[in-house]
């Protein structure tokens, strides 16, 4: 019998490894995604000083070429139009120094503590215009649930495995076989299964829930199907005898196919009776268009009018 893990779970190796490496590899994206944004922040910087340069360059040029193509008293440095003109680009120089470095601030601010600032002005025509500063904080991390897979019991049912295929097919798993204080902690944490599964010690086993074995008792010819409440089974003189294989490990996430058979298949093994009931029951479902209802009374199709 030749099974791998990497076949039936589409995991190669233990789980709690595969999850590590998902999680390594989204944060060197994080991480990547992050080196570009301050590439580009750091591009964006530059180009703003270069324009602030050229910027005071050309009114610095403006500022000479005007003096010397006036003429007379005019274009004299120490005329009160020149002084004037000068006065006026060296405070719009002030200006727009002061607004560069508040930008410097709040995007330092913001790149190195990730604190946002937002200024607004409001009535400023009036005789107590308002200044409003808002620092909005970082949002705090959410916190991600860590998923922790644990070590459990697992059955594997269809009575087709003897004790020497037990031991190998939990191994392809990644397990080894439970032991009988393994099923019972799982039994107690509320696990059932109505199938023997072979156990370490050559043992086959199942546990059955109180809950289960009371509902059970109320089905005729099921009363001792799923033996009695507790940790069913024993030790088993026959290796060669064949049942389900009871393994203790990591379980495999479920498949598509598990999921439909777990929400499906009854809690207690179908009889010859039972498959007799289901097939006429089917046989009476596709004629139902077939058959003719009387109604209520001859005024009423139901009691409902």
């Known amino acids: 019998m030749s099974i791998s893990y990497n076949s039936l779970t589409g995991i190669e190796g233990n789980p709690i490894t595969y999850i590590s490496q998902l999680a390594t590899e989204g944060k060197r994206n994080l991480d990547s995604s992050s080196a570009t944004t301050r590439i580009i922040l750091l591009l964006a910087f530059v180009v703003i000083s270069i324009l602030y340069y050229v910027l005071f360059s050309s009114l610095g040029k403006g500022g000479s070429g005007s003096g010397s193509g006036l003429s007379g008293t005019s274009g004299s440095p120490g005329s009160p139009g020149a002084g004037g003109e000068s006065g006026g680009k060296r405070t719009l120089e002030i200006i727009l120094w002061s607004i560069f470095l508040i930008l410097i601030i709040i995007n330092g601010f913001q790149y190195f503590f990730n604190v946002n600032f937002t200024a607004s002005i409001k009535d400023i025509f009036t005789d107590k215009p308002k200044i409003d500063l808002s ?8 916190v991600v649930p ?5 070590k459990e019991v697992y059955n594997i ?5 003897t004790y020497d295929d037990s031991k190998a097919i939990c191994q392809a798993y990644g397990g080894k076989l439970a032991t009988y204080n393994q099923v019972e902690n799982s039994y107690n944490k509320g696990a059932e299964w ?7 010690g050559q043992m086959a086993l199942f546990p059955t829930q109180q809950k289960t074995w009371d509902r059970l008792q109320t089905i005729e010819g099921h009363e001792n199907d799923c033996g009695r409440p507790g940790v069913n089974g024993g030790k088993i003189d026959n290796p060669k005898a064949r ?5 203790y490990g990591f379980k495999p996430i479920i498949t598509s196919a598990e999921s439909d058979n777990m929400k ?4 207690y093994p179908v009889s010859m009776k039972d498959l007799e009931l289901q097939k006429k029951l089917d046989y009476w479902k596709k004629r139902i268009p077939e058959i003719l209802l009387s109604p209520f009374n001859k005024n009423s199709w139901s009691i409902l009018g």
């Open 146 to 150: 860590e998923l922790k897979l644990k």
């Open 243 to 247: 049942f389900g294989v009871n393994c």
């Open 264 to 267: 499906n298949t009854p809690i």
């Open 135 to 142: 620092i909005q904080q970082p949002p705090g991390e959410d």
């Open 194 to 200: 109505c199938n023997y599964g072979w156990s370490d």
């Open 157 to 161: 049912p269809s009575n087709n495995f």
